[in-house]
């Protein structure tokens, strides 16, 4: 068994500390991807096994040996993985818009997960209101709807069930993007407060980020509502099927890749002192309580 700690290869070539292989029905055909996960929370979310969705397609992640990603993973006998089970949801299905005139069209759709995502595009000029439009539905993505959310309709992947986020790359917008696993949990988007951390002069956050997607290179900031998820964003390098993302918590640290795993490490040089300090401080007490004895 490899260490979890450890990074081997996957099929397609690629590193990472788990391997995917995933499949759909496109157009009539069976569409396969294999890839890398790496810095998403494998307790909670990334679960070792495979799990079919509500439309048939089926997701199996491993991290039993180099290239277990293999096509035929899932059925394979002499290594079994097991099965997950997905949350089966009613959710609401409704498209809330400031410019938008006339009677509104609510329904109820069922799927493994409900969503609710809004776009905020600010006026260039101070006394001019935002536009707003929230979109709240089952997916509109559904071969990509799983526990691992390996891709979303705002171009973010690994986002968190059960969490809700605000991300900004752009000056003049923003997007929220929730999910959440219980009926009608979509109805009302959670308030999400923007953190203090300014992200490249534009915008704030709980997190800056870099997200590198096949090329296309985005920097901005994240600020999220956690609350009800198992899983939590932390700072870091992540892989998501070929999307890199560099996760940082210092002013301006999203400068370039460089700077921000450099503030990660030293984030975490900081922790590691401080819980020694406080091992120190214990030990001190606990010897001058012996020898008063």
């Not at 494998?42 to 293999?70: E, F, M, Y």
Request: a positive charge; proline letters at 3%.
């Amino acid at each position: 068994m490899i260490s979890k700690k450890q990074l081997f290869r996957c099929q397609q070539p690629c590193e990472g500390s788990q391997c995917v292989v995933w499949k759909w029905n496109s157009r009539s055909e069976l569409a396969i991807k294999q890839g890398c996960l790496q810095g998403v929370d494998k307790q909670w979310t990334a679960k070792v096994g495979c799990r079919t969705n509500h439309l048939g397609a089926s997701l199996c992640i491993c991290d039993d040996g180099p290239l277990c990603n293999r096509v035929e993973r899932a059925e394979q006998t002499t290594r079994p993985l097991p099965q997950i089970r997905l949350p089966a949801v009613e959710c609401q299905s409704k498209v809330i818009s400031t410019g938008f005139v006339g009677p509104r069209r609510e329904k109820i759709c069922t799927s493994n997960y409900c969503h609710v995502t809004k776009t905020e595009t600010f006026a260039e000029e101070k006394n001019e209101n935002t536009d707003i439009l929230s979109v709240s539905n089952c997916g509109d993505l559904p071969e990509f709807d799983f526990d691992v959310r390996l891709k979303n309709s705002i171009g973010f992947p690994g986002l968190y069930s059960n969490g809700c986020y605000r991300i900004q790359v752009e000056k003049r917008s923003a997007m929220v993007d929730c999910v959440c696993s219980k009926n009608k949990c979509n109805e009302v988007i959670p308030e999400i407060e923007t953190g203090h951390i300014d992200s490249h002069e534009f915008c704030d956050g709980d997190f800056c980020l870099i997200q590198d997607a096949h090329g296309r290179v985005s920097k901005g900031c994240i600020s999220l509502n956690e609350r009800n998820s198992w899983s939590h964003l932390k700072s870091g390098h992540r892989r998501i099927l070929g999307v890199e993302q560099w996760l940082c918590q210092a002013h301006l640290c999203n400068f370039d890749t460089e700077r921000a795993m450099k503030s990660v490490r030293s984030m975490r040089a900081g922790k590691t002192n401080s819980g020694n300090v406080w091992n120190l401080m214990v030990t001190f007490i606990i010897m001058l309580l012996a020898s008063s004895f």
